[in-house]
């Protein structure tokens, strides 16, 4: 049950898009279309974003969307706002009915 | 849809705690639960799950053996049995409900979490 690979931090300045990757192997990201994306602000709880690689979770803004191609599934964050500084953490279905999040990327808007 | 976890606070290494999720605003028996726990400034890591009926259990190697899920859909509730507890269980303990009725797949809810901590 080893994490996620994600990028420690991405930057962006408003307006622009960002991508923030999500590495597995076969046994997680590139076995299954179960990967889920959460944001997560200071002392709040994470948020839903995306289920099932690419769905948005309920009232989040059309300007998340989720890909996925081979073992890296991948957050694109266009438009991006102040409000979208935050941690972001991906999670993915496992092998033997387990479940491995990242190691979480930080979002800093500049 | 609201998630309330209760159950969290001190206890010393080897000892015990129960922690409960209770839900509302939605059809508990339908959807598969789970607890994912963070340790301060970490990410979450998911700890244990359970299917819609609760015929199916799913530990994390971490806690395979001192942890024990369950859930009581007459009672639209959720348990963590945690015993042997060790230091590195200190964390947040969120509950949090599956878009799948049976295996753990990604979660649409989560609640605001209780605290464990561990220490003597």
């Known amino acids: 049950q080893s994490a996620l690979t994600q990028p420690a931090s991405v930057s962006g300045s408003p307006g622009q898009s960002i991508t923030i990757s999500c590495t597995g192997t076969s046994s997680d990201v590139g076995g299954y279309d179960y990967v889920s994306w959460y944001q997560q602000h200071p002392g709040k709880a994470p948020k839903p974003m995306i289920y099932?690689?690419?769905n948005r979770a309920s009232g989040v803004s059309n300007r998340f969307s989720g890909s996925k191609s081979g073992n890296t599934a991948s957050l694109t964050i266009s438009g991006l706002q102040a409000e979208d500084e935050a941690d972001y953490y991906c999670s993915s279905y496992a092998n033997s009915n387990t479940l491995v999040f990242g190691g979480g990327t930080t979002v800093t808007v500049l | 849809v609201q998630l309330v976890e209760s159950g969290g606070g001190l206890v010393q290494p080897g000892g015990s705690l129960r922690l409960y999720c209770a839900a509302s605003?939605?059809?508990?028996?339908?959807?598969?639960m789970s607890w994912v726990r963070q340790a301060p400034g970490k990410g979450p890591e998911w700890v244990s799950g359970?299917?819609?009926?609760?015929?199916?259990?799913y530990y994390a190697d971490s806690v395979k053996g001192r942890f024990t899920i369950s859930r009581d859909n007459s009672k639209d509730t959720l348990y963590l049995q945690m015993n042997s507890l060790r230091a590195e269980d200190t964390a947040v303990y969120y509950c949090a409900s599956d878009v799948d009725m049976v295996k753990v797949r990604g979660f649409d809810y989560w609640g605001h979490g209780t605290l464990v901590t561990v220490s003597s």
């Open positions: 099932d690689v690419s």
């Open positions: 359970i299917s819609n009926s609760g015929s199916n259990t």
């Open positions: 605003g939605f059809t508990f028996s339908t959807f598969a």
